[in-house]
């Protein structure tokens, strides 16, 4: 069973920063997509930005420039840098894992960007 743990959400004032981070554990293929996907009220769940374990990202084009997502393979973590902080980046964050038929999520976290 593979568990995703993630930490470092909170308030943070615009134009602030946060670092939020995931760790996995469990049996996780050594070729793997780790993410974070973003869910504020009344709308989808979509992807922020995700990352292949050989370093290829992707970002969603209202976060390019300002989040930068990386990883650490040893660790199986993931992290998302996130500057600039915008009001309308308020959601919850959700970090995710796929590999072959397998997709988990984590618990999620709050990210609440005041103006």
């Known amino acids: 069973q593979v568990q995703l743990v993630e930490s470092g959400g909170g308030l943070v004032q615009a134009g602030g920063s946060l670092r939020l981070s995931c760790a996995a554990s469990g049996s996780i293929a050594a070729i793997n997509i780790m993410g974070w996907y973003r869910q504020a009220p009344g709308k989808e769940r979509d992807l922020v930005a995700d990352?292949?374990?050989?370093?290829?990202?992707n970002y969603a084009d209202s976060v390019k420039g300002r989040f930068t997502i990386s990883r650490d393979n040893a660790k199986n973590t993931v992290y998302l840098q996130m500057n600039s902080l915008k009001p309308e980046d308020t959601a919850v964050y959700y970090c995710n894992l796929r590999f072959t038929k397998y997709n988990y999520w984590g618990q999620g976290t709050q990210v609440t960007v005041s103006s």
């Open positions: 990352i292949i374990s050989g370093g290829t990202t």
